[in-house]
Antibody, heavy 119, light 114 residues
Framework: EVQLVESGGGLVQPGGSLRLSCAASGFTFSTFYMSWVRQAPGKGLEWVANIKLDGSERNYVDSVKGRFTISRDDAKHSVYLQMNSLRTEDTAVYYC????????????WGQGTLVTVSS | DIVMTQSPDSLAVSLGERATMSCKSSQSVFHTPNNKNYLAWYQQKPGQPPKLLIYWASTRESGVPDRFSGSGSGTDFTLTISSLQAEDVAVYYCQQYSNTPPWTFGQGTRVEIK
């Protein structure tokens, strides 16, 4: 069974930093894209970042470029999101997602971790 | 960036009736080399993460009831629930995952019981 378990969320002041982690199990981790998607309270889904299966390519939504960094550790079956210079508008549930055998880009979702940016 | 626009924003349908919702992309998400549309549909219930229903625009994910179907190509797509059940009350999102990120989502369509 595929499992994606996020951790690292919490309350942080504006301008602060957080590092989210996502531990994956139940599939061949190095085969698929890994992404982060967020959802602000009461709002829709926003794709944030992804990293290619070999880590050679990383992409970000414009609003987080220069502040967030996605990385992966295939040996630990984990993907990370380093978030710096956090803003109140970054407040959201952050979901880790992975591809699957039928479609390498999308498919599986974790339960999410809440990030609250507030003074 | 590709902009995804869903309609309507909300939909009220009687139990057992058909529910149909639309998703339009600002650019084609069809890839000629593999003849695939890079378009997915998700269902999200309150307090839960989204659940993948449909990928490649029309391929139903394993375990998804066959009352859910996806259609369309290029820039215009449709998700149909053929006979609405009480457990289908949710928000439905489309997402394009075409080659160049960001892999954008539509704003969602809320489905309720009439």
């Amino acid at each position: 069974e595929v499992q994606l378990v996020e951790s690292g969320g919490g309350l942080v002041q504006p301008g602060g930093s957080l590092r989210l982690s996502c531990a994956a199990s139940g599939f061949t981790f190095s085969t698929f894209y890994m992404s982060w998607v967020r959802q602000a309270p009461g709002k829709g889904l926003e794709w944030v970042a992804n990293i290619k299966l070999d880590g050679s390519e990383r992409n970000y939504v414009d609003s987080v470029k220069g502040r967030f960094t996605i990385s992966r550790d295939d040996a630990k079956h984990s993907v990370y999101l380093q978030m710096n210079s956090l803003r109140t508008e970054d407040t959201a549930v952050y979901y880790c997602t992975s591809g699957m055998s039928e479609v390498w880009e999308i498919g599986h979702w974790g339960q999410g971790t809440l990030v609250t940016v507030s003074s | 960036d590709i902009v995804m626009t869903q309609s309507p924003d909300s939909l009220a349908v009687s139990l057992g009736e058909r529910a149909t919702m639309s998703c339009k992309s600002s650019q084609s998400v069809f890839h000629t080399p593999n003849n695939k549309n890079y378009l997915a549909w998700y269902q999200q219930k309150p307090g839960q993460p989204p659940k993948l229903l449909i990928y490649w625009a029309s391929t139903r994910e394993s375990g998804v009831p066959d009352r859910f179907s996806g259609s369309g190509s290029g820039t215009d797509f449709t998700l149909t629930i053929s006979s609405l059940q009480a457990e289908d009350v949710a928000v439905y999102y489309c997402q394009q995952y075409s080659n160049t990120p960001p892999w954008t989502f539509g704003q969602g369509t809320r489905v309720e019981i009439k």
